[in-house]
């Protein structure tokens, strides 16, 4: 029995959640949930200004409660402003993973349906997608086509959609090769439900995961757009624009630059902690 509870107890300590990842979790669950309900929770208006209460500190320096992170060179309530940015960058940030994951797989899907002259034009487009720098090709269309908030979105769930398309396209190849598909294939069953019912429930695990480790670069995309002044648009604000407009008062206000970083930052460090769990609990080949 003593044996039996020996050889147990290491799987268990195995599967068990590390520490760091259920802080992770928790971060990401209260983004998410600021991200639901910023409307209901924040105090003010983004735009509602108090000209007499510019630039007060956060209530840990000496600032009052009706602030508690304090305001901007308005007057702007920072906590509001930054719960309603934490809102727009999460949107922008699952708006764009989720284009490129959907573009990325279905193109990979075609490139191993078809092969061929076919496969050789994705890859083609694979090849040019990574070869060019995307900060370069966002600043080209935002500068020539001007800025919205579909347009953003859609600009950016260009980027990694290469990663999505090559992953797809090996998994799809190596699933037509097995078993399954082709018996599903002789049944008489069209591509479209092969691909959608049979390969990509099997493949789903190794996507997903590749979106959460693609979803913090994105945010950092946006929020390095947003700072130069070429992504989200006043009076909207996401957390790349509080810092822009944060960094003329770092030395006066260092609050304003200081919080948004510290989400970003934070953020992207959680997804990426529980991305690469994720990674490691669903890799045979790390088992």
């Known amino acids: 029995m003593s044996s039996v509870v020996a050889t147990a107890a290491p799987v268990i300590r195995r ?13 990401i669950g209260l983004i998410l949930a600021i991200a639901l309900l910023a409307e209901m929770l924040r ?16 209530v840990l320096f000496g600032g009052v409660w009706a602030h508690p992170l304090g305001t ?7 906590l509001s402003r930054l719960m309603v940015s934490i809102r727009m960058s999460v949107t922008i940030a699952f708006g764009a993973t989720i284009i490129a994951a959907v573009l990325g797989t279905t193109l990979g899907f075609i490139a191993a349906h078809f092969r061929g002259w076919v496969e050789q034009i994705v890859l083609m487009l694979i090849d040019f997608q990574a070869s060019m720098p995307f900060l370069i090709i966002a600043l080209a269309v935002l500068a020539f086509f001007g800025n919205s908030l579909p347009l953003f979105i859609g600009l950016m769930g260009l980027y990694g959609w290469e990663r999505y398309a090559r992953m797809a396209r ?25 691909y959608l019912r049979h390969i990509l429930p099997n493949i789903a695990a190794t996507l997903i995961v590749a979106a959460t480790l693609s979803f913090p670069e994105v945010v950092l995309l946006e929020s390095g757009l947003s700072f130069l ?28 630059l200081l ?7 934070t953020t992207t460090l959680s997804v ?10 669903l890799d045979p080949t790390l088992g």
């Open 15 to 27: 599967r068990a959640i590390p520490p760091a990842v259920l802080v992770a979790m928790g971060w």
């Open 170 to 194: 090996g998994l799809a190849v190596s699933a037509n090769a097995q078993g399954y598909a082709a018996a599903v294939r002789q049944l008489g069953a069209r591509p479209g439900r092969i």
């Open 72 to 78: 901007d060179e308005l007057g702007r309530d920072v």
């Open 229 to 256: 002044g070429l992504g989200v648009q006043p009076p909207m604000t996401s957390l790349g624009n509080m810092v822009g407009y944060g960094r003329e008062y770092l030395t006066r206000a260092p609050w304003i």
């Open 43 to 58: 105090p003010y208006g983004i735009t509602q200004m108090d000209l007499k209460a510019r630039l007060r500190p956060p």
């Open 259 to 265: 919080t948004p970083s510290f989400v970003i930052v």
């Open 272 to 281: 990426s902690l529980v991305g690469d769990w994720l990674r490691d609990r």
